[in-house]
């Protein structure tokens, strides 16, 4: 074993050989939408973004299904596996079975398999002092798919939010190896300033992320400031109070969303600031519209994460 559970990264690495490990994770989660189809494509994106963080590439993926027989159509649960074999088809991975359980509430989501060189691992620890801190995909999601549920978020908010979720971190993950990145994760459930203190307190350094610079999806910052937040926001604020600083100039909206937890987010990389512009500017060449420089790191303060 290459990577374990010490720096909470976000997938395990078995080295097989020299050339060659293998990279294992799971995800599962109750539906955060209402169309079964989507949900499946969200989950499995949300899956495989684990694999790309590693900079690996997904190979099988197992289905894991909890199902309430009898309360609800076994149509449902069929949408719902061929939204998630569609994702793993686009990835270039099979589906090769799973298992499923009777449960009083629907779950789903997958267990993936990648490889990857031993030597081209990217982990979420190894940021370096000076390191630009560049972000892949915009923040929001759980605002925004909370206020859905309470029927609050505009159609594009809601569309938007959707095709976030849905896309894949493969054209990232792909662009993000082809820099000298030296640390990497993808914003999942402890939201931005989670994984950010993840990856700063196993690097030794203080993160700094501005908040003027993060990519928003449309809506998040008007339904974060009118309410629409998840349990999640509170439990990460609970969770982070003692390692996180925020500037009192942060409006309070901003701050909810990066606190935020993510489903199927963007990657989180950090790189030397010489070769950050160029990333970002490959990045959205290559489709990634919403990529953008959000920080940089310093020398370890008193904390291991700033919003300013």
């Given at each position: ?265 963007g990657l989180l990389v950090a790189l030397p600031q010489d070769r950050a512009v160029a990333m970002v500017a490959t990045l959205r060449a290559n489709g990634i519209s919403a990529a953008a420089l959000v920080g940089y790191a310093t020398d370890r303060q ?7």
């Amino acid at each position: 074993m290459i990577v374990g559970t010490e720096t909470s990264d976000d997938a395990g690495v078995f080295r097989l050989r020299p050339d060659l490990a293998i990279v294992n994770t799971v995800d599962f989660f109750t539906p955060i939408v209402d169309d079964p189809y989507t949900f499946g494509q969200v989950a499995a994106a949300n899956a495989l973004s684990d694999i790309y963080a590693m900079g690996a590439e997904p190979k099988t993926a197992l289905n894991i299904v909890a199902f309430p027989k009898g309360k609800m159509a076994i149509e449902v649960l069929g949408q719902i596996l061929q939204g998630g074999a569609e994702r793993v088809r686009e990835a270039g991975a099979v589906v090769i079975g799973g298992h499923s359980i009777i449960d009083e509430e629907l779950k789903y989501g997958m267990a993936v398999t990648g490889v990857v060189h031993p030597d081209r691992v990217i982990r979420n620890v190894g940021v370096k002092r000076g390191d630009a801190l560049v972000l892949t995909k915009p923040l929001g999601t759980g605002i925004i798919t909370t206020a859905l549920k309470r029927r609050k978020a505009s159609r594009d908010s809601v569309r938007a939010t959707i095709a976030s979720m849905i896309a894949l971190n493969q054209v990232a993950s792909s662009v993000m190896r082809q820099f000298p990145v030296h640390a990497c994760s993808d914003v999942t459930g402890y939201g931005l300033l989670g994984h950010a203190q993840e990856m700063a307190g196993g690097s030794g350094v203080t993160i700094v992320l501005e908040a003027a610079r993060l990519p928003l999806l449309p809506g998040a910052r008007r339904l974060a400031e009118q309410g629409s937040l998840t349990g999640g926001c509170k439990r990460n604020r609970d969770y982070l109070k003692d390692k996180i600083a925020v500037d009192r100039s942060v409006r309070a909206g901003l701050v909810e969303i990066a606190l935020d937890p993510q489903t199927s987010g963007g990657l989180l990389v950090a790189l030397p600031q010489d070769r950050a512009v160029a990333m970002v500017a490959t990045l959205r060449a290559n489709g990634i519209s919403a990529a953008a420089l959000v920080g940089y790191a310093t020398d370890r303060q008193d904390v291991a994460v700033r919003l300013i």
